[in-house]
């Protein structure tokens, strides 16, 4: 019986592709996995808005009126022609800002779960696989280590006590202070692939362990691959607006994070300018709901069970 086929009798009609000898990602049926993502509807929202978050990074010199660093206006303007959003109390642009903030939070997110999944994917992946040996041992120590400290204390003394401030430093420390816990999800998937038919040919060929891993299981893992990066996406994303919040970003940038930190040090709520705290707060919620969004498409991928008709 072919993958994705369930025979009844003399009858065959297209099954669900749960077929526990297909790997996982495989036997879609009729359909692609960008029709599989696509086909849902929260999914597409969430595309529909990461793109709009994307076109506006791009397009940043073009859809805002002035220099993100800029702040020799005149401050406290309220909202008009020439400042939409009106004026921060050092004299910044307020919409001029937030598009330009979109540029950090897109760079810090695509680059932060890079480094997070890939730092998942070696340590977890090599641990599956060599399951009960001296290798597993230790990177399990290591994974185990690594869930079990404060992650958000970790990263606060990482970059308070760094001489370098940047958005290199920051991706550098979202990337290996989150990979645990992705990793401890691939080494247990890895574990249920490893004894596969297809594995064991590929041993009796002779290909090396990193080849097999890499080569062989990899792919029938790439929905837990590709839901593991937009999860570290969206979590790199929060974690910069939060070290920003706290005073920890990049200071010769403008992120949306550092925005609501020069907000609450000059008391904006207190002196009324609601717009400065409320917007990067609404569009920093908004990317993390598109990514939210998205990975409900991703999950369809690995679970044949949550997809819609």
Known sequence: MTAGVVQTGADERP???????????????QQRWWQLIWGNGKARVGIFLLLGFVLVAVLAP?????????????????????????TTTQGGDIFSQLVYGSRIS??????????????????????GYKEGTVVDDILSFFTNVAIVVPVLPLMIVLIAYSEVRGIPLIVFVIGITSWAGHARAKRSQIITLRNRDFVTAAKFAGEGSGRIIFREIMPSMTSLVAAGFVGASTGAIGAEAGLSFLGLGDPNTVSWGTMLYQANEQGAVGQGLWLWVLAPGLVLALLITSLTFINFGVDLLSNPHLRED
């Open 106 to 127: 897109l760079v810090v997110g695509l680059f932060g779960g890079l480094v997070s999944t890939a730092i998942a994917l070696v340590i977890g992946m090599w641990s």
């Open 15 to 29: 099954g669900d592709g749960t077929d526990n000898q297909a790997p996982i990602g495989a036997g879609y049926t």
């Open 62 to 86: 073009l859809i805002a009126p002035y220099e993100g660093t800029r702040s020799d206006f005149e401050a406290l303007l309220p909202p008009g022609g020439d400042h939409w959003l009106g």
